[in-house]
């Protein structure tokens, strides 16, 4: 028997976006815990939004559980907030609106800042800017990366590999101070676990470096020449894999042009600064789609059409402070409303 430190990770119930947070529970087994043995737990969700004073229980449900190796015997148990009943979900609960598809697969592109003393890092510390845009994209050297990002993103990846998540890469991006990393997962949920379990982990690990994410979508505003950060969403289904075809297709995005407004309200906030039609964008009043279009709202892989419509679609609306459970949950809707005949 040993004792474990699980670490029970949730959303809160703040609006647009929520925070995570985290409380340690300690608990005896024979071995690394699976899921099914992790009881339910309760918080006070009046200090998080989530409920009044007078009765302020809510209830965490365990969803999915990853090792964390800077913990000795430590968990990461990513859960869902329920009603004091256990049953009910709580109405911030925005993973139990997805639809459940084994066959869905996503992939989400993370965009995100570094920060420190509130400027990105690496830009000067009493005002004004660093060089202009243009080497620090997937860039090398202290001019371009400074340095200890490198060194933060790295232990983030190595974390993130050791608690199973299924990281597919990571860049220095267009700005400085600027990176990214790419998870995938197959099921409705995976990915969009892990991608909340992975900015747990990037901002526990930040403390020490007295640096801050920041996951706004232009946190240097819109009127300079900084990208934003987005998170595109890479989407398929087990039809689109192995079906696809250029009517279905063509119905699918006919559904994601009706919807728009429907999508772009679960995209995270604060995107009209972000999707301008500049710095690779859509702008987000407009649908459109195209090949290998990255000023389109959906980027067509050459690899679909080559495939016969068949394979993964890139939605890059989405921005980087966005909820990916409600991203999945809108983009699945939005496929169901299109026959598969
Ligand atoms: P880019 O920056 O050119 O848009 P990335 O390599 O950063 O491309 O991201 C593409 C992502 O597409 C990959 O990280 C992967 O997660 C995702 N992806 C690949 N195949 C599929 C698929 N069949 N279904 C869903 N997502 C996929
Ligand atoms: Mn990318
Ligand atoms: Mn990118
Ligand atoms: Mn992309």
Same mark, same amino acid.
């Given at each position: 028997m040993a004792k474990y430190k699980l670490e029970y990770i949730w959303l809160d119930g703040y609006e647009p976006v929520p925070n995570l947070r985290g409380k340690t529970q300690i608990k005896e087994f024979?071995?690394?815990?699976?899921? #099914?043995q992790l009881p339910l737990w309760n918080f006070d969700g009046s200090s998080t939004r989530q409920?009044?004073? +007078?009765s302020s229980d809510c209830v965490l449900k365990p969803v999915a559980i990853y090792p964390d190796?800077? +913990?000795?015997n430590g968990a990461l148990v990513m859960c869902e907030v329920m009603m004091p009943d256990g049953k009910t979900p709580h109405?911030?609960?925005? +993973? $139990?609106?997805i639809l459940d598809d084994p066959g869905a697969w996503f992939g989400f592109e993370q965009e995100y800042f570094l920060y420190q003393d509130g400027v990105p890092?690496?830009?000067?510390k009493g005002g004004g800017f660093p060089?202009?845009?243009? #080497? =620090? =994209?997937t860039g090398v050297g202290y001019k371009n990366v400074g340095d200890v990002a490198r060194e933060i993103v790295e232990e983030h990846l190595d974390l993130c590999l050791d608690a199973g998540i299924n990281h597919e890469g990571i860049n220095a991006e267009v700005a400085k101070g600027q990176w990214e990393f790419q998870i995938f997962g197959k099921g409705s949920k995976n990915a969009a676990d892990q991608v909340w379990v992975a900015r747990y982990l990037m901002m526990r690990l930040c403390e020490k470096y007295q640096v801050d994410i920041v996951w706004h979508c232009k946190p240097l505003g819109k009127d300079v020449d900084w990208n934003g950060s987005g998170m595109h969403s890479n989407f398929s289904t087990t039809h689109l894999r192995e079906v696809g075809g250029k009517e279905y297709f063509e119905a699918l995005m006919a559904a994601f042009d009706k919807y728009k407004n429907e999508h772009i309200a679960v =995209?995270?906030?604060?995107?009209h600064l972000r999707l301008?039609?500049?710095? #690779?964008t859509q702008s987000i009043d407009k649908f459109n789609y195209g090949v290998a279009? *990255?000023?389109?709202s959906i980027r067509v892989p050459h690899s679909f059409v080559n495939n016969g419509y068949k394979g993964y679609l890139e939605d *890059? *609306?989405?921005?980087?402070? $966005?909820?990916p459970y409600k991203i999945a949950s809108r983009i699945l809707q939005t496929i169901a409303t299109v026959p598969t005949k």
């Open positions: 024979d071995a690394f815990p699976k899921l #099914e409920a009044e004073g +007078r190796s800077t +913990r000795k109405p911030s609960n925005s +993973r $139990a609106t890092l690496g830009f000067p060089f202009p845009q243009g #080497e =620090y =994209y =995209y995270g906030p604060d995107n301008t039609g500049l710095h #690779e279009n *990255r000023g389109a *890059r *609306r989405p921005n980087s402070q $966005a909820d």
